[in-house]
Antibody, heavy 121, light 107 residues
Framework: QVQLQESGPGLVKPSETLSLTCAVSGYSISSGYYWGWIRQPPGKGLEWIGSIYHSGSTYYNPSLKSRVTISVDTSKNQFSLKLSSVTAADTAVYYC??????????????WGQGTLVTVSS | AIQLTQSPSSLSASVGDRVTITCRASQGISSALAWYQQKPGKAPKLLIYDASSLESGVPSRFSGSGSGTDFTLTISSLQPEDFATYYCQQFNSYPHTFGPGTKVDIK
């Protein structure tokens, strides 16, 4: 069974960098798939942040592209999100998820439980 | 970026009702659409992919249809565990935008 688990600080100061890691179990990242980050501000909808292929190719939401870096560490079977220059608007629950993209079928099928990151001084 | 709109934004229904939610794309996306169910405090759960393919393990009362710009999610007979918020997401092009959601609550 594929499982994903986000980890990282729950509180980040304005202007600093948000850093989260997603540990994957039950599947080897180096075997394939894309891996993505999605966020959800409290009481609001979902926003796709970006996805990374197991080889390292990345795709980012243009609205965040200048501040986002997603990377993968196949040796630790995990991938990471860095979001720089955060403001209160970046306060959200951050989810990591597996992104299937094969034969024209695309979807996020396995999700982490989510982690709330609050931006506040 | 492709924009997705959902209607209605919320609805009240009773157990046993047939419920239909619509997702409309600002431009054609072929069948590159997925539907998710989200309950409070939980991660979204995949229901439908490729507009009409039912994810393994999802009850058959859920179905999806459509292509191009207009899509629907139908729950044939609403069950107590179906009260949740439903989101569509397009995968035709980056960014992979989500719709704003439709909240289904108890009448």
């Amino acid at each position: 069974q594929v499982q994903l688990q986000e980890s990282g600080p729950g509180l980040v100061k304005p202007s600093e960098t948000l850093s989260l890691t997603c540990a994957v179990s039950g599947y080897s990242i180096s075997s394939g798939y894309y891996w993505g980050w999605i966020r959800q501000p409290p009481g609001k909808g979902l926003e796709w942040i970006g996805s990374i292929y197991h080889s390292g190719s990345t795709y980012y939401n243009p609205s965040l592209k200048s501040r986002v870096t997603i990377s993968v560490d196949t040796s630790k079977n995990q991938f990471s999100l860095k979001l720089s220059s955060v403001t209160a608007a970046d306060t959200a629950v951050y989810y990591c998820a597996r992104h299937e993209s094969r034969g024209g079928d695309d979807y996020f099928d396995y999700w982490g439980q989510g982690t709330l990151v609050t931006v506040s001084s | 970026a492709i924009q997705l709109t959902q209607s209605p934004s919320s609805l009240s229904a009773s157990v046993g009702d047939r419920v239909t939610i619509t997702c409309r794309a600002s431009q054609g996306i072929s069948s590159a659409l997925a539907w998710y169910q989200q309950k409070p405090g939980k991660a979204p759960k995949l229901l439908i992919y490729d507009a009409s393919s039912l994810e393994s393990g999802v009850p058959s009362r859920f179905s999806g249809s459509g292509s191009g710009t207009d899509f629907t999610l139908t729950i044939s007979s609403l069950q107590p565990e179906d009260f949740a918020t439903y989101y569509c997401q397009q995968f035709n092009s980056y960014p992979h935008t989500f719709g704003p959601g439709t909240k289904v609550d108890i009448k």
